[in-house]
């Protein structure tokens, strides 16, 4: 939905992306508030969320080596560590994880729609009321989006309540965004005829996923994501050729998109919710 060329180099080409700061301090705040509700509720404090920073990032290192590598020295490690634990104060402010009993964390959720398409995902955090009503809930560690931008941030919340209905036949009562970079929540309350269009939306987006697989049209769609992608060396609206696509075993495969030019708005298909 952001960028059709992006999803091909990810997806399709599966071509690697070297860690970040940013993406690795989301997955440190989360695996910490992860880990936050191990602790019995009345430890579930910012002290404890603070202690359980340098572990974590110790084993996220474990996994992943090349983590190690993203800071110049230790004093910028040091900043970045602080990021994180200012991320995590901020946490406390908008919820009290001493009167929360989460029902699931990284929750896998999996369903298939009419059409066959198979949806997979994980959700953060599943809460389960006393009169079983669900919330679904996801931390962020950006800002939350302009107003113009919220139905965009929810479509992703509205794929999980579309798979957590056709597996539970309920609608989840609530999804709920935690931005941790500038501590807000953004809140919506769905109904079925929200779901039923997100399943025709997500049909959408996986014909036109179809359409350029076959035609090799992977259009390039210029946005501030572009800051942080880390492919626009092969990019063609910063000057690159992609490379050519991957075989395919019993597939002619098709031209690559180095020559085409960015989309005009009408054909830019499927708009975001
Ligand atoms: S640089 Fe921008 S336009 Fe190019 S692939 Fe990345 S996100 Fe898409």
Same mark, same amino acid.
């Given at each position: 939905m952001t960028c059709p060329l992006l999803y091909r180099f990810r997806v399709i080409d599966r071509l690697p992306e070297p860690p970040s700061p940013a993406a690795a301090r989301g997955t440190l705040v989360h695996a910490v508030l992860e880990r936050l $509700?191990? %602790?019995p509720a009345p430890r579930r404090t910012p002290q404890t969320a603070r202690a359980l920073l340098q572990p974590q990032w110790e084993r996220l290192v474990a996994a992943e080596? %090349? +983590? =190690?590598? +993203? $800071? =110049?020295d230790e004093t910028e490690r040091d900043a970045w560590l602080t990021e994180a634990s200012q991320m995590l104060d901020r946490y406390f402010t908008l919820e009290d994880p001493t009167r929360l009993e989460p029902s699931h964390r990284e929750l896998e959720v999996a369903a298939t729609l009419e059409s066959g398409l198979r949806l997979r995902g994980y959700i953060d955090r599943l809460d389960v009321a006393a009169t079983g009503e669900l919330r679904i809930v996801d931390y962020k560690t950006g800002a939350s989006p302009r107003e113009e931008f919220v139905a965009r941030a929810l479509f992703q919340m509205k794929f999980y309540a579309v798979a957590l209905w056709l597996t539970r036949q309920q609608v989840p009562k609530l999804l709920q965004l935690i931005y941790l970079g500038n501590g807000e929540i953004v809140r919506y309350a769905p109904d079925e005829a929200d779901l039923r269009a997100t399943v025709r939306k997500i049909d959408a987006v996986w014909q036109a996923i179809q359409r350029a697989r076959s035609s090799g049209d992977w259009r390039y769609r210029q946005s501030k994501l572009c800051d942080w992608c880390a492919h626009q060396s092969i990019c063609p609206a910063f000057g690159g050729t992609p490379p050519p696509l991957p075989a395919v075993p019993g597939v002619v495969a098709p031209q690559t998109t180095g020559s085409i030019p960015p989309p005009a708005a009408a054909e830019q298909a499927p708009a975001p919710v």
């Open positions: $509700f191990d %602790e080596p %090349e +983590l =190690a590598g +993203l $800071f =110049a």
